[in-house]
């Protein structure tokens, strides 16, 4: 059943003890942080309905049951204003008789790295549930006649550090009913009352009023339930009080943009000293089955590596057992290689699981050559993207679970050439798409680190403007790009005031990245000026295609006064662009940046493609190669600070691009006529796949990175050679570029079917369902 817009019947919902207090000059602060509410409704069914659809939403979090079996949980991250809603059908766990929806809902009250708080606005903030099932003809809602209980299980908690603001779980069991979510519960101290309305009266149910009446001091005691607090939204200013949605501060709720997310259990090996292996990477919820007697503990870390400075930043928990039905989840995702556990009081851990929960990757594209090599490098390129594909593209599924700006061109990379299902690809760039007030998007989205007191990442706002261009190229969805143009055109403007009359950007402000590498930065940065010249050129062609000529007049003339600019950084006694105007300092990223830009003139076309190609002078350096978890931990010192000026020969050495921005460097070897060396390149990263998944440097970083996997997309853009001829793929372009292989074959999806290539020397074979253009070496 599809629900309409508009209005829903169900009402917001929460607790009776309040969220949310004043605070100076009438503003408003969370009474509680990390606020766990149970919710429960009975009802009686004569006969089981063929559908019973469902929708249901919660700030922030909320797993939803039926007779105890788990039907939907999100909602998924979302920005401070807007909020979704996730549908299905539960007519497969409804039964004649008795029979009780339940919800644990979740306010975390301060910031998480997948969640950014809401503004209240009048009463509503600071936690609310609302859902809606129809049940033949007739409707059960989010009302006044739900149950609720706050349980004392859970030891609320707070981020351990900025950088490291996922939140350790306590849980005691004795103190939580493991089946509250089913029908025959005693939901406490409750009169018995039939419901009011509908054909659902049949029986005695606990939802009349408290015998004792409200309490006044503290929670209630465990076992106690409640009725629930109706929340008094409102729509509109001045608007009469209405507690359903749409309301502020979410106005209209929207649909889950994405499918569910796939689940699938990992299990680990336990070893006799308590440390149990995965065998690699992981990414979701950590299922312990335990054995012992009550008030018998066991803790521990999810960790990339068992040393202490792994452990440090490892994602912590701990569970008291019960001493039957033990069997713990935690609530949020985490991730790591190793569960490292303690146990106490004799406590027996029988089995230690994942269950990973990532967005879908249906069968069909697939990418295979006469190097086994190769063939290990895409699969674990494809493996890190899946386990940083959640909700949202995020860096690493361990350390952060951040969906960072300008992380996730690669990952959309990946899933546009070796996923069916584009709904992240799609969703990801508007998701992100929650500009500041003067334009420029925040480094993070839907997180702690989207906050207005940080300062954001420039250049990750123009790798968006790269994911965009993506969609462009591979969607062809002009209703889609036309919204996110706008956002595109407030992220260029930004730098204007930064642009000098040589029509160079001079000291931007800001984290300015590039990548972990010690490319120069300082004064007049030449490889962001790449990378603005980049994203100029992609909003022309964009702009141009829609039919908008004056927003792609205005980009190519700054693109034509950037070129003229441009030039000062040609070294002709080296032969190469320089960073930037301080030193004679040379990377690959600014060389590869400026031939995606346009920026090079083709005179200078093989000189740019052979200091690309000369990976002897290539050195990497990172201040990550520190900071891995097998060494020394968090870096104590600002990483913004950590560019120093060059201590390496420049006239001798080019700085080397790290995983990340390799993604630039092969599209630039692209275009200067090399994509056959492209393959050979991609071997790099058999140094990276010691856990099955790429690590996010050379030499440090996390040990699963999605930014790192641009070997997934480059084996069938380039090697292969499978690109969109027209937007949309209503044309596709074939030219194969396989360098050292023998062979090579793959496929790659399109909104028309899967296209289908396979290269043995010269001989081509492509069934697709498009016309095909095929451009032979």
């Known amino acids: 059943m599809r629900f309409p817009p508009g209005r829903w019947r169900g009402q917001w919902i929460w607790s009776p003890r309040p969220t949310i207090r004043p605070a100076a000059r009438g503003s408003l602060l969370p009474e509680a942080y990390d606020r766990r509410v149970l919710f429960r409704r009975v009802f009686t069914l004569d006969e089981v309905p063929e559908t019973a659809p469902f929708r249901v939403t919660a700030d922030s979090r909320y797993v939803l049951y039926v007779n105890g079996t788990e039907l939907a949980r999100g909602p998924v991250r979302h920005g401070p204003r807007t909020l979704h809603y996730d549908t299905g059908d539960a007519a497969p766990a409804l039964r004649e008789g008795r029979n009780a929806v339940a919800v644990l809902a979740r306010f975390y009250g301060h910031a998480t790295p997948w969640w950014e708080p809401s503004p209240p606005t009048f009463t509503l903030g600071g936690g609310c549930l609302v859902a809606e099932l129809r049940l033949g003809e007739e409707w059960l809602v989010t009302d006044e006649t739900w149950t609720c209980h706050e349980p004392t299980a859970w030891t609320p908690a707070e981020p351990r550090h900025h950088l490291l603001s996922q939140l350790p779980e306590i849980f005691d069991a004795r103190k939580l009913d493991p089946g509250w979510t089913l029908p025959d519960h005693d939901d406490g101290p409750l009169n018995d009352g039939p419901l009011r309305d509908g054909p659902l009266r049949d029986g005695p149910l606990r939802v009349g009023p408290l015998r004792d009446g409200p309490l006044r001091d503290g929670p209630p005691p465990d076992g106690f339930w409640r009725p629930v607090r109706v929340i008094e939204a409102r729509a509109v200013v001045g608007g009469n009080p209405d507690a359903h949605p749409p309301s502020d501060p979410f106005g209209a709720l929207h649909p889950r943009p994405i499918p569910p997310l796939t689940s699938s259990v990992r299990q680990a090996e336990l070893g006799p000293d308590l440390v149990a292996d995965f065998g690699q990477v992981v990414s979701g919820t950590l299922r312990l089955a335990v054995r012992g007697r009550a008030g018998s503990t066991v803790s521990g870390a999810v960790a990339e590596v068992v040393t202490p400075a792994g452990l440090e930043i490892a994602n912590r928990f701990a569970y008291t057992l019960r001493g039957h039905d033990d069997v713990f989840e935690m609530t949020d995702p985490v991730g790591g290689r190793y569960a490292v556990l303690e146990v106490t009081g004799g406590a027996e851990v029988a089995s230690v699981e994942v269950v990973e929960r990532l967005r879908p990757r249906p069968a069909g594209p697939y990418f295979a050559c006469s190097d086994p090599e190769l063939d290990a490098v895409f699969l674990a390129a494809l493996r ?278 390799r993604y630039v460097v092969h599209d630039a070897l692209a275009l200067l006529g090399a994509a056959g060396r492209i393959a050979g390149l991609c071997r790099d990263w058999t140094a990276l796949t010691e856990a099955g998944t790429f690590r996010e440097c050379w030499d440090g970083g996390s040990y699963c990175h999605g930014w790192s996997a641009t070997p997934a997309r480059d084996l069938l853009v380039h090697t292969l050679g499978i690109t969109p001829a027209e937007p949309g793929y209503t044309r596709v372009r074939v030219a194969p570029r396989l360098g050292e292989l023998a062979w090579a074959r793959g496929a790659v999806p399109s909104p028309h079917g899967l296209i289908e290539v396979e290269v043995h020397g010269t001989e081509i074979k492509v069934d697709a369902p498009v016309p095909v253009e095929i451009v032979r070496p």
């Open 384 to 661: 890190t993207v899946d386990l940083t594909s959640h909700d949202a593209y995020i860096d690493c599924p361990t350390r952060e679970q951040r969906a960072w700006t300008g992380d996730s061109v690669v990952h959309q990379s990946v899933d546009l050439v070796a996923n069916p299902d584009w709904s992240l690809a799609r969703h990801h760039p508007a998701l992100a798409a929650q500009p500041r007030p003067d334009g420029m998007l925040p480094m993070v989205v839907a997180g702690d680190f989207a906050a207005q007191d940080l300062p954001t990442i420039p250049d990750w706002s123009l790798h968006w403007i790269r994911s965009v261009h993506n969609l462009y190229r591979y969607t062809g969805d002009r209703s889609l790009v036309a919204g996110l143009l706008a956002s595109a055109e407030g992220v260029l403007r930004w730098f204007l005031p930064f642009r000098g009359d040589d029509g160079l950007l001079h000291d931007v402000t800001g984290w300015v990245l590039i990548d972990w590498s010690p490319v120069q930065v300082r004064g007049t940065s030449a490889a962001l000026n790449a990378l603005w010249g980049r994203a100029l050129a992609d909003f022309a062609e964009m702009a141009e295609w829609l039919g908008d000529l004056g927003r792609a007049w205005w980009a190519r003339d700054l693109h034509a006064a950037l070129a003229r600019g441009f030039e000062v950084f040609w070294d002709v006694r080296r032969g190469a662009y320089r960073d930037h105007l301080l030193s004679g300092s040379v990377s690959e990223h600014t060389a590869a940046a400026a031939v995606c830009a346009g920026l090079v003139p083709a005179s200078r076309h093989p000189a740019v493609r052979e200091l690309l190609l000369d990976r002897a002078a290539m050195f990497t350096r990172s201040p990550m190669g520190a900071r891995g978890a097998d060494r020394d931990g968090p870096i104590s010192t600002d990483p913004v600070s950590l560019r120093p000026a060059p201590d390496w020969d420049v006239d001798q050495w080019v700085v080397g691009a790290q995983p990340f921005f």
